[in-house]
């Protein structure tokens, strides 16, 4: 993947509509080891939890990296606020806490990872399995 390419897939990233609306985060590390391999660094959500924005930010994100024919890979960890260390209000506090409470732990995260269909690759990154899933061909619909 050229620059320009990963440029180009980054921007498209940021098109999605629940990054676009600010719900959703998407942070990627450049083109990776690879030449079709991006990183997935973080994906969460920013305003609420448990309402599916990162599910379908996520389903977006994968049918581009298909398009693109790019795989993706990760290592799945719980972020969290650091709500001590920012000079927040009490009403950010209080809100960045509440989502804190609503993250997933590191075992969670892998579930739902395997859900999109990325594998353990057998690496770790410290304790954390390296996850990757290959991009699909569209499954094509025969003509009637």
Known sequence: MTRDEYEAFKNAVNEIDEVKSGLVEIKLFGAGHRENE?????????????????????????KLADECEVNIVLTPFALFYDVGLGDYSDDEADRLEALNEKVMNNYQLIEWYDRFGFEETGYKDGDAPVM?????????????
């Open 38 to 62: 991006i990183e997935l660094a973080q994906l969460w959500s920013h305003v609420e939890r448990g309402k599916g924005h990162a599910t379908r930010a996520m389903h977006a994100f994968l």
């Open 132 to 144: 990757k899933r290959n991009w699909r061909a569209p499954i094509a619909t025969p003509i009637p």
